[in-house]
């Protein structure tokens, strides 16, 4: 099994490609969005630990994130965003690598991931593909998705890894600016992956 990092900044398209790998070459993808904030609810380790940093308030009454103060503590200082990253992403990677040993008969997994680098999620692929567009394109897509302001979006994008960093530690980019068509991209993808696997195998 070959385990493969997707990554790429905001309104990069990264979700939209990961959707396309599992519809079309049949890749099932780990969201570590949607799968953090998941276990950060159900994983008791994570439970105990956010709740010795925040406070028993951190969790409602009915068990849910107390969201506000979630977010009010992590922009009261910017060290506190790597001491909750450090109680969560380690259960994270657990969890994605009991995950990916469920996934029977799939000869590739993927991973999504924003902050792949950041994390050191690439540090549990085997390989890293990063979805390109231009910032400009970029700051265009998510104006149009998520109804925020241009500043908002530029805010976020500096205070992500630059495209530079990223396509460096890449192994493979995926251009998403229209120079290319995607399905083709993603066909090479495959090919040189399934390669991988029979060299491996």
Known sequence: MVKIGITGGIGSGKSYVSRLLTEHYGIPVYNTDSEAKRLMLSDEGIRRRLTALLGKEVYKSDGTLNKPLLANY???DSCHAGQINAIVHPQVKADFLKWADLQTGCEIVALESAILFESGFDNIVDKVVMVYAPVELRIRRV???DSTTEEKIRQRIVAQMDDKAKQDRS???????????????LDDLQETLEKMIKGNG
Do not use: E, V, W, Y
Request: aromatic share 14%; glycine share 4%.
């Open 171 to 185: 192994d493979f980019i995926i251009f998403n600016d229209g120079s290319r068509p995607l399905n083709l991209q």
């Open 143 to 145: 104006m149009l998705r």
């Open 74 to 76: 992590l922009f009261a």
